[in-house]
């Protein structure tokens, strides 16, 4: 579910005033600019935000996105989806984050 993350909730609230350009999106939000493409990129998926790449005056690409008009039909399957979907994220992410430490004992032989 698009709207199923406080960060997209957060997207949709600074883009209903009016469409952003990428970098002043990232910076009212306080996160970086891959992490929220990455969430741009769901809430477009879901048919809800729209981006569209501008040149400059300068020659500068630059993208800038706003919110299409939507409507979100929740039922209490679709709640269930996205807590089991969001369950399974963190216990991924956890499962890389201990893949990645190492053993706390290994030690280098010389």
Known sequence: MAVGHPQRLRIIAE???????VSELARRLGISR????MHLQRLEEAGMVTGELELSPEGKAM????????????????????????EAAKAAEETEAADQEGPDDVQESK
């Open 63 to 86: 993208k800038f996105h706003e919110l299409v008009p939507f409507r979100v039909h929740v039922t209490v399957d679709t709640v269930l989806d996205a807590l089991r979907a969001d």
């Open 34 to 37: 891959p992490l929220l493409y």
């Open 15 to 21: 883009l209903s005033s009016g469409r952003l350009h």
